[in-house]
């Protein structure tokens, strides 16, 4: 698998390498609805969601004008940036989390808010079809989408 | 990724395959529970989970004393056997799937026994997570787990 990863992709690796760590699967730029895709969505051991969205710079995340779209489809919401980012530029009530292409670390956990049952349900249906699909291109290279 | 596959890997291949046509996602070798692990396990756009068992000969299918656990744990129960299979040694009430490695086509759906619903709900948390993981292990092969 080629591993030329963009900058927020390297954060997004070393994110989902500490997710691991805390028994949380997750999957890379998954879509929640149509036209909303999201860094990293995170699935916890009691069916907990965790959106984390990587910034590489203050302009990257200055330019994201879709974030708080994203608060509606987790529990608990998180930014991660590498460690020469200024932190205080992230808005207050919101998780932080300090990550390089290796590793991660949260540093701030922020509140939670509970998704509702039946966006659960819908979401973690979404989530594991993204998941099962990906992994079968992995490893069924004639595989043929129709 | 390596393609070597054995007989009933090579069947399930080729169910995967079918199933994706269906709109159905799919996971090999699944395990609904400690001790229990399923050929193919399948989830539809609907939410119903379909497993598959791969039976390369006729031994393969008649050494098979588990079939029976796997019931309670899908709405529909499938056989998977080449255009050779003699298929009049397959229970009534199952479906049958003639495959080889490259693709399959249902001969015959067997009856739909729902799940209830806490049951699904476990269900569609663990092939989540199963199939999140395996799509982990594939994208980052530096991946430690703990």
């Not at 030329?4 to 929640?32: M, N, W, Y």
């Not at 200024?86 to 990550?99: C, K, Q, R, V, Y």
Request: proline residues 5%; contains cysteine; aromatic residues 10%.
């Amino acid at each position: 698998m080629t591993l030329e990863l963009k900058p927020g992709q390297e954060l997004a690796r070393g994110v989902c390498r500490h997710l691991a760590s805390l028994d949380f699967v997750s999957i890379e730029e998954f879509t929640p609805k149509t036209g909303l895709r999201v860094d990293v969505m995170a699935l916890g051991p009691k069916g907990e969601f965790w959106i984390i969205e990587c910034k590489s710079s203050r302009n990257d995340f200055q330019s994201d004008k879709k974030w708080q779209n994203y608060l509606e489809w987790c529990d608990r919401y998180f930014w991660a940036v590498n460690s020469d980012f200024m932190t205080e530029l992230l808005p207050e009530e919101t998780g932080i989390i300090i990550a390089d292409a290796y590793y991660a670390d949260i540093i701030r956990t922020g509140p939670e808010n509970k998704l509702s049952a039946p966006r659960r349900k819908t979401l973690l249906h979404k989530f594991a079809r993204q998941a099962a699909m990906r992994w079968h291109n992995a490893r069924d290279p004639g595989l043929i989408h129709l």
